[in-house]
């Protein structure tokens, strides 16, 4: 029971550590993600086996300059080939609340899942 309860302790502190925010300065910050996992299998044959994988990653590039905003996220998956770019936009607010958007923009229309 003890090591089931340490266990249990352990995988929330990782899991609270497992995204985090850094503002660089003013127009620069960064924030990001790391999706892991944990698998014990006990087996009399094989004996006891983990293993430990990172699912995905993902980083956000933030830039901010008053009426322009910029974001580019980049992201890992695993068995994907290396590193792509999941979206790269710049907003640009025209002053009376509207904002006009350009660029690979991962919009919502409803039909799909909303990635937490």
Do not use: C
Not at 21 to 30: G, R, T, W
Not at 96 to 108: E, F, I, K, Q
């Amino acid at each position: 029971m003890k090591n089931t309860i340490a266990l249990a302790s352990a995988f929330f502190a990782a899991a609270s550590i497992s995204n985090a925010e850094i503002v660089v300065n003013d127009f620069l910050s960064f924030e990001g993600f790391v999706d892991s996992s944990y698998m014990h299998t006990d087996s009399d044959v094989n004996g006891n086996s983990n293993s430990f994988g990172i699912d995905q990653v993902e980083i956000s590039w933030l830039f901010d300059f008053d009426a322009v905003t910029a974001q580019i996220d980049l992201e890992y998956e695993e068995g994907d080939d290396g590193v792509e770019v999941e979206q790269a936009f710049v907003n640009y607010a025209l002053g009376n609340g509207d904002v006009v958007t350009a660029g690979r923009y991962a919009s919502m229309l409803g039909f799909e899942a909303f990635e937490p």
